[in-house]
């Protein structure tokens, strides 16, 4: 089945300082990738989505490219603030399958301290 | 306001009781998803609704049981909880076909 792996954290960075988060997949299908974000004491949120492959996607500050050789998806960012500081996913969509299911992974935990 | 609503926001109870969570959205969307978020913060899917009709229904014990009046509510009843369903349970939505999902804020369940 799919399957996503991502940073593991917790991550701990200092305002002004870039972020990377890894993220790789395994899929046989064709998948959209995606980014989300979880504030504290929310649920998910969209940060942003790329359907195709060698594209970028970006919101906020925060950008991710599809790169299907090497099926990855990074999430970068040049300079963190503290209001960066939440939990970040990597998921990736089913699209072959018909119940556009999300795989999402564990999930990596950013503190960012001014 | 658009959106996925979810209640209670905390639900503290005893093993062995029933317990019920609701969702509903407001944003048109005709999918609706439980997930289970553990401790760790991992989450996991439990199931998935297009349509009031049942589409994925993962490796969940039998005591929990989805519930569809309409596309836009979907609730969630654990007969019997067990200390391990001690989790934040969250509800999302999208429309079928597009793969985005709008999440509402979740449920913590504290079972003692």
């Known amino acids: 089945g799919d399957s996503v792996t991502q940073t593991e954290g917790p991550v701990t960075l200092s305002e002004g300082t870039s972020l990377t988060v890894n993220c790789s997949y395994e899929?046989?299908?064709?998948?959209?990738l995606f980014w989300y974000v979880q504030y504290p004491g929310e649920g998910p949120q969209l940060l942003f989505k790329?359907?195709?492959?060698?594209e970028k996607g970006s919101n906020r500050g925060f950008e991710a490219t599809y790169n299907k050789e090497a099926t990855s998806f990074h999430l970068q960012k040049a300079s963190v603030q503290e209001s960066d500081s939440a939990v970040y996913y990597c998921?990736?969509?089913?699209?072959?399958?018909?119940?556009?299911?999300?795989?999402f992974g564990k999930g990596t935990k950013l503190s960012v301290k001014s | 306001e658009t959106a996925v609503f979810q209640t209670p926001n905390y639900h503290v109870t005893q093993v062995g009781n029933e317990v019920s969570f609701n969702c509903k959205q407001t944003?048109?969307?005709?999918?609706m998803y439980w997930y289970k978020q553990d401790s760790k913060k991992l989450l996991k899917i439990m199931f998935s609704?297009?349509?009031?009709?049942?589409?994925v229904n993962e490796t969940v014990p039998r005591r929990f049981s989805p519930q569809s009046s309409d596309k836009a509510h979907l609730n969630l009843r654990i007969k019997s909880v067990e200390p391990e369903d001690s989790a934040v349970y969250l509800c999302?939505?999208?429309?079928?076909?597009?793969?985005?999902?709008?999440f509402g804020p979740g449920t913590r369940l504290t079972v003692l």
């Open positions: 790329v359907p195709k492959a060698n």
């Open positions: 899929t046989k299908q064709y998948p959209t």
């Open positions: 999302a939505s999208s429309t079928w076909g597009l793969y985005e999902q709008y």
């Open positions: 998921a990736l969509s089913d699209s072959g399958g018909s119940n556009a299911k999300l795989t």
């Open positions: 609704y297009n349509n009031k009709q049942l589409i």
């Open positions: 944003l048109g969307h005709d999918t």
